[in-house]
Every structure is written in structure tokens, then in C-alpha cells.
């Protein structure tokens, strides 16, 4: 008898786990994208787009913290195609990155199905096409992630969200760029940009006296833009994750993959008001607009637009109180810990990373410390996992610039897991440079112009730098960040100029250690694509 009931309360604690379990488990979102061509006119000529499930831009992915993502990725186009998931750290499933350094192309006329978790992330991010020119032509949307109900906000309550993806536009197509690039020539100028694929017609709507939270990514290929709004100001209270002080702007720039949020409240007249998007850094400045109606408006903007600073938000040293971390409230969740007190940590590797413009077998590439960078058919993590040689070597590309001749390769840094290292990018060109890194944040601790040495690292700041994962590099400049290397993976370090990307302007880190886990990384899904060497593995 006492077996028998000693199984009964045994049984019962059992289904309520599994009871709890079920109702503990985060929630999943399911997506089916079918992505095909399409006909649209953003700057008044029919050209051809890609498309997603019939959209330009893309659909937005509505999310929370810890959700899980189920996207089924249709590729009906005539060429190979991935979707990237930019700023999603993929904690533990580098698998889910979708560049060619972790994944197999999707091919024409098959699909693919990415798996993954929003993991302890909140806010702007997006999604768009990894490989060739694709995304100069559309694919991307907008990924937004709220917070858990149990997680407060440290900034006002708002009314309503506004996503705004703005970005720079050519009339050529993705085809036609390539083949430029490809013959050795360099992208011209945009012929115009974007406010959500459209140019001058994008409407936002709100009543007067409410505050509205404002989503705003630079999902361009080549240009920095400086965002406005007549006769509003922007409360900045978010950079890419990272909840930031609520200082006041009258414009801020934002340069390409790079996103912020801000908040604004209505307080003027009721009519319509422009908002404003101008490139930066370039000749001529093109401009494009939508506008802000307040509900029960019939009156429309008055002219003049209003008219971009000369000065230019680029969140230097100088200015490091008007975006430093919000330390009370900075990410997903409370840290019981305190502050993460990066400037304390010691650093065990430092890369001073050197981009130049060179010319190699007479035609123009990009390297980075003498290599330009040239996918293998088989994927890097592939070749990893299945220990594949002769896809790539660890370390052929070195720590420092080097005075080698420049040369096609597959660069790849070797680092451990937990590694705390410091990285200088160093900018050579008379042109600003946008870096991003997939699979992690890093704090931005130092700006300057010129030549980057040791002894500039008494200027860092080693209190409250602003933790993101897209850093701009002034022209002959750099900048330098920190950068705790706590998810096992294969890594994209790439810059966001995307011909840039195209022609070599990229490199990979290796995040590794010797102890296979599922805490420390999950195995190869069981529906990764095989391509290259790996195709019969």
C-alpha cells in the first residue's frame, strides 16, 4: 500500500513539472516567407525588387524577449539566397547566423527553416539577404523585440510605435552592381533613399499630446543619414539593445546598420509636420521625406524642410554623457549583480584591424591587415565541425597591419571562448566605415582622429560606454571597443558598407573551446543544408 501511494505522489509531482514546464516554456512564433521578384517604382522607375510574401520591405517580426523564431524561408528566385538576422546574438547557434561563413545557401526553388531564440535581447534590429548584392534591391524588414511584461521600462509610457527603415536606394539592380563591382569599379552614388521602401509618401499618425516611440534603422548599403523631424525633438532611449540616458536631439545621425529609438511626444499645432531623412558625407546631399500628421489634420507642412546641423551626433568621448548606458536598467532582464563592470576586466588580446583600398590582380578590392576576404564553397562552421581541411588555416591573417602585399584569403582569428579582447579598427580611407559584428555586443570606448597608438588608451572611457554591435570609423580615423567573447561560434566581423563586404572587407572570429556542451553550443541542426566539401556529410 505505501508503494502504491509513495508512486501516486510521485506521478503527481511529475505532471505538475511537466504542467509547469508546459506553461514555462517560451513562447514560438511560426513564419512562412516566400520570397520572390517583384515589380515596385520607389523613386518613380519600375524596377525590379525582391520581395516577401508580396511585401517591400519585408514583414516586421513582432517579438519578445526569449521567444522562439520559426521562419520557413521559400527561395523562389533564380539564385542562391540567405536571410541574416542582424543584431540577433544567436546565443549558442552560430547555425542560425545565415551568412555563408555559417550556412549553406538556400537554393533556387527549395527552402530552409531558421530555429532560433531571442535570447535576453529587447529592441530595433532587422533582418535582410546576406549574399551577392540582394539586399540593394529589398529582402529586408524590421525585427522589434519588447520586454517581458515582468520587465519595466526605465523611459515614459507611449501611446504607440512607429518602425522606420531608412536607407539609401540605386535604380540599378543587384545584377548590375555586382557585374560593376566585379569588373573592378566602385559603386556611384545612391540615386536616392527610403523611408519604408517608399520616397516622399510615408505617413505616421498620432494625436496631439501623446508621446509615440519611434523605431529608426539604416538598412542602406553605403550611406550615413541624419534623421529629423520638424519641430519635434527625439529623446534617444535606446541603441540597438542597450537602453540608453534620455537626452534630447533635434537630429541624430545614424550610419548603415546601425538603429536607435527614440521617443517623441506631439505638442505642436495640429498639422503636418515632415519628417526628414539627408545623407551625410556626401555630394551632392539627397534627401527624402514622410510626415507626422497629427489626427484631424488638413493642413499641410510648411516649407522650408528643416534643415540638417553642420555638426554631426557621432557619440565621440566628448559627448559620452549624452549616450552613455542607463546602468539601473540597460538590458533584457535585472542584473542582480550590479553593473557589469567592463573596465575592470582584463584585456587578454588586442586586434588593430586596417582596412585599405587596393588594388589586387588590377581590380579593386578591399582588405583587411593586407587580406580580402573570399567565401569558401564550403561554409567555415561546417569545415569546423566536421574538421574538413583545406578550407581554412587559423591565424593566416595577423593581429597587427602588416606590410605584405595585399592578397585574396580566408581570414579567420582563433579565440576562446570568454576571451575579454580589445579591437582598434583603424580606418585608412578618406571615407567613413560602418563595422558590425555578428554574435555579440562590444562597448565603444574610444574615438580619434589619425593613427591609433597604446598610449591613446588613457582616453578610453572605462565607465559607461554605450554596449552595440554597429560602430562607425570616421575618415583616417579610429575607433576602439571591448568586447567579452562569451558565445561560442563562428563569428561575422564585416563591414556594413555592403561593396565594401562584397570586395573583401570582412573576416571571421573563431569563438571556441575544447569542451563539447549544449551549454556552450548547440549541435548541427538536423536540417542544416550541406554544400562544398560537407555536401555528402
Not at 524596377?47 to 524561408?73: H, K, M, S, Y
Not at 580606418?427 to 593613427?451: A, M
Amino acid at each position: 500500500m505505501k508503494q502504491v501511494i509513495f508512486l501516486l505522489v510521485l506521478l503527481g509531482i511529475l505532471c505538475c513539472f511537466s504542467i509547469f514546464r508546459a506553461n514555462a516554456e517560451d513562447p514560438y512564433r511560426y513564419y512562412t516567407w516566400v520570397v520572390t521578384y517583384g515589380t515596385r517604382a520607389p523613386l518613380g522607375v519600375y524596377q525590379r525588387v525582391i520581395l516577401i510574401n508580396n511585401q517591400f520591405p519585408g514583414p516586421p517580426i513582432e517579438a519578445v524577449t526569449n521567444d522562439n523564431i520559426i521562419v520557413n524561408v521559400i527561395n523562389q528566385l533564380d539564385e542562391p539566397f540567405l536571410i541574416t538576422w542582424h543584431g540577433i546574438k544567436q546565443r549558442k547557434t552560430s547555425w542560425q547566423d545565415g551568412v555563408l561563413g555559417t550556412n549553406c545557401p538556400i537554393p533556387p526553388h527549395s527552402n530552409w527553416t531558421y530555429k532560433f531564440q531571442l535570447k535576453d535581447q529587447i529592441g530595433t534590429y532587422m533582418y535582410y539577404p546576406s549574399i551577392s548584392m540582394h539586399r540593394a534591391i529589398g529582402g529586408f524588414g524590421a525585427v522589434n523585440v519588447n520586454q517581458r511584461s515582468v520587465i519595466s521600462i526605465p523611459y515614459p509610457a507611449f501611446a504607440g510605435d512607429f518602425t522606420l527603415l531608412i536607407g539609401d536606394w540605386y535604380k540599378a539592380g543587384d545584377k548590375a552592381l555586382r557585374k560593376r563591382l566585379n569588373s573592378g569599379l566602385a559603386t556611384p552614388l545612391p540615386d536616392g533613399l527610403l523611408i519604408n521602401g517608399l520616397h516622399k509618401s510615408s505617413v505616421f499618425t498620432g494625436q496631439k499630446g501623446k508621446t509615440y516611440r519611434f523605431r529608426i534603422t539604416n538598412v542602406g548599403i553605403s550611406t550615413s543619414i541624419n534623421f529629423r523631424i520638424q519641430g519635434h525633438s527625439l529623446i534617444l532611449v535606446e541603441v540597438e539593445g542597450s537602453h540608453s540616458l534620455q537626452e534630447v536631439y533635434e537630429s541624430i545621425d545614424i550610419h548603415p546598420g546601425q538603429s536607435i529609438t527614440a521617443l517623441v511626444t506631439l505638442r505642436g499645432a495640429i498639422k503636418d509636420y515632415y519628417i526628414v531623412a539627408s545623407t551625410r558625407f556626401t555630394k551632392p546631399i539627397l534627401t527624402t521625406t514622410g510626415i507626422l500628421r497629427y489626427q484631424g489634420s488638413d493642413t499641410p507642412p510648411s516649407l522650408p524642410l528643416p534643415i540638417a546641423p553642420t555638426y554631426h551626433v557621432h557619440w565621440s568621448m566628448k559627448q559620452a554623457r549624452t549616450i552613455r548606458l542607463n546602468l539601473t536598467a540597460n538590458a533584457a532582464r535585472p542584473n542582480p549583480q550590479g553593473t557589469f563592470h567592463y573596465g575592470q576586466i582584463n584585456i587578454v588580446r588586442r586586434l588593430v584591424l586596417a582596412n585599405a583600398k587596393v588594388k589586387i590582380n588590377g581590380k579593386l578590392r578591399y582588405t583587411v591587415n593586407g587580406i580580402s576576404y573570399v567565401d569558401p564553397t564550403t561554409p567555415l562552421k561546417l569545415a569546423d565541425w566536421f574538421n574538413i581541411p583545406g578550407v581554412f588555416s587559423l591565424n593566416n591573417i595577423k593581429d597587427l597591419p602588416t606590410s605584405r602585399p595585399p592578397a585574396l584569403g580566408v581570414s579567420v582569428f582563433d579565440l576562446t571562448l570568454h576571451d575579454f579582447v580589445e579591437i582598434v579598427f583603424q580606418n585608412t580611407e578618406p571615407t567613413i566605415q560602418s563595422w558590425h559584428l555578428d554574435g555579440s555586443s562590444f562597448y565603444v570606448v574610444g574615438y580619434g582622429g589619425g593613427k591609433w597608438t597604446t598610449a591613446l588608451k588613457k582616453r578610453y572611457n572605462l565607465v559607461d560606454a554605450i554596449s552595440r554591435h554597429t560602430v562607425q570609423v570616421y575618415p583616417n580615423s579610429w575607433t576602439a571597443v571591448l568586447v567579452s567573447l562569451d558565445n561560442k561560434g563562428m563569428w561575422n566581423l564585416r563591414s556594413q558598407i555592403w561593396s565594401d563586404r562584397f570586395l573583401g572587407k570582412q573576416t571571421y572570429l573563431r569563438v571556441w573551446n575544447d569542451e563539447k556542451s549544449l551549454y556552450t553550443e548547440t549541435d548541427i541542426p538536423p536540417n542544416a543544408l550541406r554544400c562544398g566539401k560537407a555536401i555528402h556529410l
